[in-house]
Protein backbone atom coordinates (compact mmCIF):
# COMPACT_ATOMS: atom_id res chain seq x y z
CA UNK A 1 0.00 0.00 0.00
CA UNK A 2 1.14 3.57 -0.78
CA UNK A 3 0.94 6.19 2.02
CA UNK A 4 -1.78 7.87 0.06
CA UNK A 5 -3.67 4.52 -0.22
CA UNK A 6 -2.99 4.31 3.37
CA UNK A 7 -4.66 7.43 4.04
CA UNK A 8 -7.55 7.35 1.80
CA UNK A 9 -8.90 3.29 3.22
CA UNK A 10 -8.03 5.51 6.69
CA UNK A 11 -10.97 7.98 5.91
CA UNK A 12 -13.03 5.21 4.06
CA UNK A 13 -13.14 3.82 7.77
CA UNK A 14 -13.47 7.27 9.69
CA UNK A 15 -16.49 7.80 7.50
CA UNK A 16 -18.51 4.48 8.32
CA UNK A 17 -21.16 5.23 10.89
CA UNK A 18 -20.49 4.43 14.35
CA UNK A 19 -23.29 1.94 14.48
CA UNK A 20 -21.42 0.09 12.41
CA UNK A 21 -19.21 -0.56 15.11
CA UNK A 22 -21.53 -1.67 17.79
CA UNK A 23 -22.12 -5.60 18.50
CA UNK A 24 -25.77 -5.43 18.57
CA UNK A 25 -25.68 -9.13 19.17
CA UNK A 26 -23.42 -8.66 22.57
CA UNK A 27 -25.17 -10.07 25.68
CA UNK A 28 -24.07 -8.23 28.58
CA UNK A 29 -24.37 -10.25 31.27
CA UNK A 30 -22.28 -13.15 29.45
CA UNK A 31 -19.48 -11.44 28.10
CA UNK A 32 -16.05 -12.71 29.12
CA UNK A 33 -12.47 -11.81 29.05
CA UNK A 34 -10.81 -14.09 26.81
CA UNK A 35 -7.50 -12.92 25.90
CA UNK A 36 -5.23 -9.65 25.95
CA UNK A 37 -2.50 -9.26 23.23
CA UNK A 38 0.00 -6.53 23.08
CA UNK A 39 1.95 -4.54 20.27
CA UNK A 40 4.48 -2.01 20.60
CA UNK A 41 4.89 1.25 17.83
CA UNK A 42 8.43 2.91 18.15
CA UNK A 43 7.37 6.23 18.01
CA UNK A 44 8.95 9.63 19.39
CA UNK A 45 8.89 7.39 22.62
CA UNK A 46 7.71 3.20 22.60
CA UNK A 47 3.54 3.15 22.66
CA UNK A 48 2.61 -0.26 24.22
CA UNK A 49 -0.84 -0.93 23.06
CA UNK A 50 -2.91 -3.72 24.24
CA UNK A 51 -6.30 -5.39 22.90
CA UNK A 52 -8.58 -6.81 25.37
CA UNK A 53 -10.61 -9.53 23.66
CA UNK A 54 -14.05 -11.23 24.49
CA UNK A 55 -16.14 -14.09 23.94
CA UNK A 56 -18.58 -12.10 21.84
CA UNK A 57 -16.01 -10.49 19.05
CA UNK A 58 -15.89 -6.89 21.31
CA UNK A 59 -12.76 -6.06 21.82
CA UNK A 60 -11.14 -2.84 23.58
CA UNK A 61 -7.75 -1.16 23.23
CA UNK A 62 -5.42 0.50 25.91
CA UNK A 63 -2.39 1.70 26.04
CA UNK A 64 0.49 1.31 28.52
CA UNK A 65 2.26 4.61 29.26
CA UNK A 66 5.14 6.18 26.57
CA UNK A 67 8.32 4.48 27.13
CA UNK A 68 7.13 1.62 29.10
CA UNK A 69 6.85 -2.04 27.96
CA UNK A 70 3.99 -4.20 27.47
CA UNK A 71 4.70 -6.69 30.21
CA UNK A 72 3.63 -4.29 32.99
CA UNK A 73 0.06 -4.93 31.41
CA UNK A 74 0.46 -9.14 29.88
CA UNK A 75 1.42 -9.87 33.82
CA UNK A 76 -2.41 -8.76 34.39
CA UNK A 77 -3.95 -11.31 31.77
CA UNK A 78 -4.34 -14.05 34.19
CA UNK A 79 -5.92 -12.04 36.88
CA UNK A 80 -8.82 -10.81 34.37
CA UNK A 81 -9.63 -13.88 32.05
CA UNK A 82 -12.97 -15.06 32.77
CA UNK A 83 -14.14 -11.94 33.72
CA UNK A 84 -16.84 -9.60 32.83
CA UNK A 85 -15.27 -6.56 31.47
CA UNK A 86 -17.81 -4.85 32.12
CA UNK A 87 -17.72 -5.27 35.71
CA UNK A 88 -15.17 -2.05 35.47
CA UNK A 89 -14.52 -1.52 38.90
CA UNK A 90 -14.22 -4.60 40.24
CA UNK A 91 -11.58 -5.50 37.64
CA UNK A 92 -9.91 -2.74 38.31
CA UNK A 93 -10.11 -3.27 41.98
CA UNK A 94 -8.28 -6.92 41.18
CA UNK A 95 -5.48 -5.44 39.36
CA UNK A 96 -4.57 -2.12 41.76
CA UNK A 97 -1.92 -4.03 44.14
CA UNK A 98 -0.09 -4.33 40.90
CA UNK A 99 0.51 -1.17 39.41
CA UNK A 100 3.26 1.11 40.93
CA UNK A 101 4.17 4.49 40.48
CA UNK A 102 5.89 6.12 36.83
CA UNK A 103 5.40 3.21 34.22
CA UNK A 104 4.39 1.00 36.50
CA UNK A 105 1.30 2.54 36.40
CA UNK A 106 1.46 1.99 32.71
CA UNK A 107 -0.90 -1.50 33.14
CA UNK A 108 -3.13 -1.02 35.12
CA UNK A 109 -4.14 2.08 32.59
CA UNK A 110 -3.85 0.26 29.91
CA UNK A 111 -6.77 -2.15 31.50
CA UNK A 112 -8.65 0.38 32.22
CA UNK A 113 -8.78 2.20 28.82
CA UNK A 114 -9.43 -1.12 27.64
CA UNK A 115 -12.21 -1.86 29.64
CA UNK A 116 -13.83 1.73 29.02
CA UNK A 117 -13.61 1.15 25.36
CA UNK A 118 -15.49 -2.50 25.36
CA UNK A 119 -18.21 -1.37 27.81
CA UNK A 120 -19.03 2.14 25.43
CA UNK A 121 -19.22 -0.58 22.84
CA UNK A 122 -21.71 -3.24 24.27
CA UNK A 123 -23.85 -0.44 25.78
CA UNK A 124 -23.28 1.98 22.61
CA UNK A 125 -21.74 5.38 24.25
CA UNK A 126 -18.68 7.42 24.39
CA UNK A 127 -16.45 6.20 27.06
CA UNK A 128 -16.72 10.20 28.41
CA UNK A 129 -20.29 8.95 29.09
CA UNK A 130 -19.13 6.02 31.28
CA UNK A 131 -17.36 8.47 33.72
CA UNK A 132 -19.72 11.55 33.40
CA UNK A 133 -20.92 14.14 31.29
CA UNK A 134 -19.55 15.72 28.58
CA UNK A 135 -18.69 19.66 29.47
CA UNK A 136 -16.51 20.32 26.82
CA UNK A 137 -16.55 19.66 22.85
CA UNK A 138 -12.94 20.50 22.06
CA UNK A 139 -10.24 19.33 24.31
CA UNK A 140 -7.68 21.96 24.53
CA UNK A 141 -3.59 21.29 23.86
CA UNK A 142 -0.15 22.20 24.78
CA UNK A 143 2.54 21.00 22.41
CA UNK A 144 5.93 20.04 23.63
CA UNK A 145 8.44 22.48 21.97
CA UNK A 146 11.82 21.29 21.51
CA UNK A 147 14.46 24.28 23.06
CA UNK A 148 17.94 26.08 21.41
CA UNK A 149 20.99 27.56 22.76
CA UNK A 150 19.82 30.90 20.68
CA UNK A 151 16.74 32.97 22.32
CA UNK A 152 16.06 34.55 18.90
CA UNK A 153 15.45 30.82 16.97
CA UNK A 154 13.95 29.39 20.17
CA UNK A 155 11.11 32.09 20.43
CA UNK A 156 11.13 31.41 16.59
CA UNK A 157 9.89 27.49 17.28
CA UNK A 158 7.39 28.91 19.45
CA UNK A 159 5.59 31.20 17.23
CA UNK A 160 5.36 28.58 14.90
CA UNK A 161 3.17 26.48 17.10
CA UNK A 162 1.05 29.40 17.73
CA UNK A 163 1.06 29.40 13.72
CA UNK A 164 -0.37 26.07 13.63
CA UNK A 165 -3.40 27.22 15.94
CA UNK A 166 -2.02 26.24 19.09
CA UNK A 167 -3.22 28.87 21.80
CA UNK A 168 -1.22 27.27 24.93
CA UNK A 169 2.45 26.86 24.63
CA UNK A 170 4.95 25.22 27.31
CA UNK A 171 9.28 25.41 26.78
CA UNK A 172 11.57 23.29 27.88
CA UNK A 173 14.08 25.59 30.15
CA UNK A 174 17.18 23.13 31.07
CA UNK A 175 19.68 24.84 33.48
CA UNK A 176 22.27 23.70 30.77
CA UNK A 177 21.21 25.82 28.46
CA UNK A 178 23.51 28.23 29.92
CA UNK A 179 26.23 26.34 32.07
CA UNK A 180 28.89 27.11 29.44
CA UNK A 181 28.68 30.68 30.55
CA UNK A 182 30.96 32.39 33.16
CA UNK A 183 29.30 32.09 36.96
CA UNK A 184 25.79 30.89 35.08
CA UNK A 185 26.10 27.58 37.30
CA UNK A 186 27.22 26.78 40.76
CA UNK A 187 28.92 23.67 42.35
CA UNK A 188 25.63 21.68 42.23
CA UNK A 189 24.26 22.41 39.09
CA UNK A 190 21.97 25.06 39.80
CA UNK A 191 21.74 28.40 38.20
CA UNK A 192 23.15 31.15 40.14
CA UNK A 193 21.35 34.67 40.20
CA UNK A 194 23.49 35.34 37.28
CA UNK A 195 22.15 32.38 35.33
CA UNK A 196 18.77 32.56 36.20
CA UNK A 197 18.95 35.75 34.40
CA UNK A 198 20.00 33.92 31.14
CA UNK A 199 17.23 31.82 31.59
CA UNK A 200 14.91 34.76 31.81
CA UNK A 201 16.30 35.86 28.60
CA UNK A 202 14.86 32.73 26.92
CA UNK A 203 11.74 33.01 28.55
CA UNK A 204 11.69 36.80 27.30
CA UNK A 205 12.17 36.01 23.86
CA UNK A 206 9.77 33.22 23.68
CA UNK A 207 7.01 35.84 25.48
CA UNK A 208 8.05 38.01 22.63
CA UNK A 209 7.21 36.35 20.07
CA UNK A 210 3.77 34.28 21.51
CA UNK A 211 2.85 37.31 23.60
CA UNK A 212 2.98 38.28 26.82
CA UNK A 213 -0.85 37.45 27.36
CA UNK A 214 -0.24 33.57 25.80
CA UNK A 215 -0.72 30.86 28.51
CA UNK A 216 3.32 29.60 28.92
CA UNK A 217 4.31 26.87 31.23
CA UNK A 218 7.88 25.94 31.75
CA UNK A 219 9.65 22.48 32.57
CA UNK A 220 13.09 20.59 32.75
CA UNK A 221 14.81 22.55 35.06
CA UNK A 222 17.02 19.68 36.31
CA UNK A 223 18.22 18.78 39.57
CA UNK A 224 16.97 21.40 42.18
CA UNK A 225 17.02 21.55 46.26
CA UNK A 226 13.92 23.40 47.46
CA UNK A 227 15.86 26.54 48.46
CA UNK A 228 16.93 26.59 44.45
CA UNK A 229 13.67 25.82 43.38
CA UNK A 230 12.02 28.86 45.10
CA UNK A 231 15.06 31.36 43.64
CA UNK A 232 14.17 29.84 40.05
CA UNK A 233 10.34 30.33 41.22
CA UNK A 234 10.69 33.94 42.46
CA UNK A 235 13.47 34.66 39.30
CA UNK A 236 10.07 33.75 36.98
CA UNK A 237 7.89 35.78 38.47
CA UNK A 238 8.09 38.92 36.04
CA UNK A 239 6.92 36.72 33.28
CA UNK A 240 3.82 35.22 34.41
CA UNK A 241 4.27 31.34 33.27
CA UNK A 242 0.88 29.39 33.39
CA UNK A 243 3.36 27.10 35.73
CA UNK A 244 6.80 25.85 36.64
CA UNK A 245 6.75 22.15 36.36
CA UNK A 246 8.39 19.77 38.25
CA UNK A 247 11.04 21.66 40.15
CA UNK A 248 11.41 18.68 42.60
CA UNK A 249 10.51 15.39 42.74
CA UNK A 250 7.01 15.02 42.89
CA UNK A 251 7.23 12.23 46.45
CA UNK A 252 8.70 15.33 48.19
CA UNK A 253 4.81 17.13 49.10
CA UNK A 254 6.39 18.56 51.94
CA UNK A 255 9.15 20.60 49.79
CA UNK A 256 6.36 21.74 47.34
CA UNK A 257 4.43 23.20 50.17
CA UNK A 258 7.45 25.19 50.94
CA UNK A 259 8.05 26.14 47.39
CA UNK A 260 3.70 27.11 46.54
CA UNK A 261 4.10 29.16 49.72
CA UNK A 262 7.41 31.03 48.87
CA UNK A 263 6.24 32.48 44.81
CA UNK A 264 3.72 33.60 42.93
CA UNK A 265 4.32 31.29 40.22
CA UNK A 266 2.26 28.52 39.74
CA UNK A 267 3.39 24.96 40.77
CA UNK A 268 2.85 21.96 38.90
CA UNK A 269 3.80 18.18 39.00
CA UNK A 270 2.04 14.70 38.59
CA UNK A 271 2.89 12.98 35.35
CA UNK A 272 4.80 10.01 37.12
CA UNK A 273 2.50 9.73 40.13
CA UNK A 274 0.04 6.40 39.59
CA UNK A 275 -3.67 6.19 42.07
CA UNK A 276 -5.12 9.34 44.32
CA UNK A 277 -4.08 7.63 47.63
CA UNK A 278 -0.72 5.78 46.38
CA UNK A 279 0.37 9.46 44.40
CA UNK A 280 -2.09 12.27 44.65
CA UNK A 281 -3.50 12.64 47.95
CA UNK A 282 -0.61 14.67 50.16
CA UNK A 283 0.27 16.75 47.36
CA UNK A 284 -3.74 18.03 47.03
CA UNK A 285 -4.97 17.77 50.52
CA UNK A 286 -1.89 19.93 52.11
CA UNK A 287 -2.12 22.37 49.46
CA UNK A 288 1.19 21.55 48.43
CA UNK A 289 0.60 22.41 44.80
CA UNK A 290 -1.15 24.90 42.85
CA UNK A 291 -2.11 22.32 39.84
CA UNK A 292 -2.09 18.84 39.28
CA UNK A 293 -0.75 17.07 36.08
CA UNK A 294 -1.37 13.53 35.80
CA UNK A 295 -0.99 11.26 32.85
CA UNK A 296 -3.39 9.22 32.72
CA UNK A 297 -1.47 6.21 31.20
CA UNK A 298 0.55 6.41 34.53
CA UNK A 299 -1.71 7.74 36.80
CA UNK A 300 -4.50 5.25 36.12
CA UNK A 301 -6.38 6.19 33.32
CA UNK A 302 -10.08 7.71 32.70
CA UNK A 303 -11.88 5.94 36.24
CA UNK A 304 -8.80 6.74 38.83
CA UNK A 305 -7.85 10.42 36.92
CA UNK A 306 -10.87 11.44 37.51
CA UNK A 307 -11.36 10.76 40.72
CA UNK A 308 -7.87 12.33 41.24
CA UNK A 309 -9.24 15.14 39.68
CA UNK A 310 -12.14 15.70 41.64
CA UNK A 311 -10.40 15.11 44.97
CA UNK A 312 -7.87 18.03 43.45
CA UNK A 313 -10.92 20.31 42.28
CA UNK A 314 -12.51 20.05 46.24
CA UNK A 315 -9.29 21.66 46.95
CA UNK A 316 -9.38 24.61 44.30
CA UNK A 317 -6.94 23.09 42.21
CA UNK A 318 -7.05 22.51 38.61
CA UNK A 319 -6.16 19.66 36.22
CA UNK A 320 -3.86 19.94 33.21
CA UNK A 321 -2.96 16.54 31.58
CA UNK A 322 0.20 14.73 30.57
CA UNK A 323 0.69 13.13 27.57
CA UNK A 324 3.03 11.82 24.83
CA UNK A 325 1.53 8.42 23.64
CA UNK A 326 0.07 7.23 20.89
CA UNK A 327 -3.51 8.38 19.47
CA UNK A 328 -5.72 5.74 21.60
CA UNK A 329 -4.32 6.47 24.81
CA UNK A 330 -4.93 10.27 23.40
CA UNK A 331 -8.54 9.82 22.79
CA UNK A 332 -8.61 7.73 26.08
CA UNK A 333 -7.50 11.07 27.95
CA UNK A 334 -9.52 13.22 25.55
CA UNK A 335 -12.86 11.18 26.82
CA UNK A 336 -11.26 11.56 30.32
CA UNK A 337 -10.81 15.53 30.28
CA UNK A 338 -14.48 15.74 28.61
CA UNK A 339 -15.75 15.34 31.94
CA UNK A 340 -13.64 16.75 34.03
CA UNK A 341 -14.54 19.99 36.13
CA UNK A 342 -11.25 21.77 36.88
CA UNK A 343 -9.42 20.39 33.48
CA UNK A 344 -7.11 23.37 31.97
CA UNK A 345 -5.35 22.11 29.15
CA UNK A 346 -3.27 18.46 27.71
CA UNK A 347 -0.33 18.29 26.42
CA UNK A 348 0.40 16.78 22.66
CA UNK A 349 4.14 15.36 21.85
CA UNK A 350 3.92 14.09 18.46
CA UNK A 351 3.09 17.53 16.80
CA UNK A 352 6.44 16.78 14.94
CA UNK A 353 5.67 13.15 13.63
CA UNK A 354 3.78 13.12 10.39
CA UNK A 355 2.19 9.41 10.47
CA UNK A 356 0.54 9.80 14.36
CA UNK A 357 -2.47 10.40 12.80
CA UNK A 358 -2.54 7.75 10.37
CA UNK A 359 -2.36 4.95 13.32
CA UNK A 360 -6.13 5.13 13.95
CA UNK A 361 -9.32 5.21 12.17
CA UNK A 362 -12.76 6.54 13.64
CA UNK A 363 -11.95 9.94 14.18
CA UNK A 364 -12.39 12.74 12.01
CA UNK A 365 -9.26 13.74 10.18
CA UNK A 366 -7.13 16.28 11.30
CA UNK A 367 -7.16 15.05 14.77
CA UNK A 368 -6.01 18.21 15.93
CA UNK A 369 -7.63 20.90 15.14
CA UNK A 370 -6.83 24.64 16.01
CA UNK A 371 -4.86 23.81 18.57
CA UNK A 372 -8.11 21.15 19.81
CA UNK A 373 -9.57 17.76 19.01
CA UNK A 374 -12.67 17.09 19.26
CA UNK A 375 -14.26 14.72 22.16
CA UNK A 376 -15.87 12.03 19.75
CA UNK A 377 -19.21 10.76 20.36
CA UNK A 378 -19.04 7.30 18.95
CA UNK A 379 -19.04 3.99 21.05
CA UNK A 380 -15.86 3.71 23.24
CA UNK A 381 -12.95 4.89 23.09
CA UNK A 382 -13.91 5.87 18.96
CA UNK A 383 -11.01 4.76 17.56
CA UNK A 384 -9.58 1.66 15.74
CA UNK A 385 -6.21 1.04 14.93
CA UNK A 386 -4.95 1.49 10.71
CA UNK A 387 -3.46 -2.15 10.75
CA UNK A 388 -0.94 -1.15 7.80
CA UNK A 389 0.04 1.82 9.51
CA UNK A 390 0.84 0.00 12.52
CA UNK A 391 2.68 -2.73 11.04
CA UNK A 392 5.26 -0.10 9.05
CA UNK A 393 5.88 1.24 13.11
CA UNK A 394 6.25 -1.78 15.08
CA UNK A 395 9.53 -2.08 17.89
CA UNK A 396 9.21 -6.09 17.85
CA UNK A 397 7.98 -8.43 14.89
CA UNK A 398 4.24 -9.15 15.44
CA UNK A 399 0.85 -7.92 15.55
CA UNK A 400 -0.69 -8.96 18.43
CA UNK A 401 0.35 -11.75 18.86
CA UNK A 402 -1.04 -15.16 20.75
CA UNK A 403 0.43 -14.72 24.93
CA UNK A 404 0.04 -17.99 26.22
CA UNK A 405 2.82 -17.44 28.44
CA UNK A 406 1.06 -15.16 30.86
CA UNK A 407 -2.10 -17.32 30.85
CA UNK A 408 -0.59 -18.33 34.43
CA UNK A 409 -0.22 -15.76 37.19
CA UNK A 410 2.94 -14.56 37.11
CA UNK A 411 2.26 -12.14 39.99
CA UNK A 412 0.02 -12.40 42.28
CA UNK A 413 -1.11 -11.97 46.47
CA UNK A 414 -1.91 -14.59 47.87
CA UNK A 415 -3.40 -18.01 46.10
CA UNK A 416 -5.29 -21.04 47.39
CA UNK A 417 -4.08 -23.38 44.97
CA UNK A 418 -4.22 -26.56 46.52
CA UNK A 419 -4.48 -29.68 47.21
CA UNK A 420 -1.49 -29.87 49.77
CA UNK A 421 0.75 -32.71 49.81
CA UNK A 422 0.99 -34.17 53.18
CA UNK A 423 0.91 -37.02 55.62
CA UNK A 424 -2.75 -38.54 56.23
CA UNK A 425 -4.24 -39.84 59.53
CA UNK A 426 -2.50 -43.23 58.62
CA UNK A 427 0.56 -42.20 57.70
CA UNK A 428 -0.05 -42.33 54.15
CA UNK A 429 2.17 -39.46 52.17
CA UNK A 430 -1.45 -37.75 49.89
CA UNK A 431 -1.82 -35.38 47.12
CA UNK A 432 1.94 -35.90 46.15
CA UNK A 433 2.45 -33.63 42.83
CA UNK A 434 3.91 -35.51 40.01
CA UNK A 435 4.40 -34.63 36.58
MG1 LIG B 1 7.21 17.18 32.36
Same mark, same amino acid.
Request: hydrophobic letters at 40%; a negative charge; charged letters at 20%.
Given at each position: ??????????????????????? %????????? *? $???????????? /????????????????????????????????????????????????????????????????????????????????????????????????????????????????????????? $????? /?????????????????????????????????????????????????????????????????????????????????????? %??????? $????????????????????????????????????????? %??????????? *????????????????????????????????????????????????????????????? $???????????????????????????????? *?????????????????????? %????
Amino acid at each position: MTRRELIQSASLAAAQPASAQVN %KLSSPSQLK *I $TDMRACTVAANY /DYPIIRIDTNQGVYGLGEVRDAGVKGIALILKAHLLGKNPLSIESNLAAVRPFAGQGRMGGGYSAVDMALHDIAGKVYGVPAWRLIGEKRRDKIRLYCDTTGHNDPKIYGHRMLKRKQMGF $TFFKM /DLYTSMVEDRPGAVNQSGAATDKGLKYLCEYIAAVRDAIGWDAPLAADHFGRLSVNDAIRYARAFEPYQLAWAEDLIPYTNWRGYK %KISDATT $TPTLTGEDAFGLEEGFQNLIENQAIDIIQPDPETSGALRET %KRIAECADSFG *IPTVLHFAGSPVGCMASVHLAATLKNFVVMEHHAVDMPWWPDLVTGVPKPIIQSGHIPVPD $TPGLGVELNEAVVREHLRYPGYFEPTPMFDDF *IVSGYRRVGPWPHFDEDGNYVN %KITY
